[in-house]
């Protein structure tokens, strides 16, 4: 009897809904490294020449032409960035 008691308690709604509402609040850090680190000056360049070329290319209605160069430099300077805090710290 004590042992269907236990399932019933455990198994009740109101104990998951808690549950979830504790993972929403979780923020992963190296999330807000990245935020923080593409605040930076090097970081917005980078992100302004993606922006710029993104409308370019969204503009005309036929182009062989793509961001991968701008991408690949801006998300290069936001992992650097962060490698460097995150390096840093650890020591």
Excluded: Q, Y
């Amino acid at each position: 009897m004590v042992f269907e008691e236990k399932m019933i308690t455990n198994g009740e709604p109101e104990d998951e809904e808690e549950e979830e509402e504790e993972e929403e609040d979780m923020v992963d850090p190296l999330d807000t490294m990245r935020s923080m680190c593409e605040e930076a000056e090097h970081c917005v360049h980078t992100r302004e020449r993606l922006e710029e070329c993104e409308t370019r290319v969204g503009s005309r209605s036929s182009t062989m032409e793509d961001c991968t160069e701008e991408l690949f430099d801006f998300l290069h300077a936001r992992d650097h960035c962060v490698a460097h805090k995150l390096f840093h710290s650890v020591k």
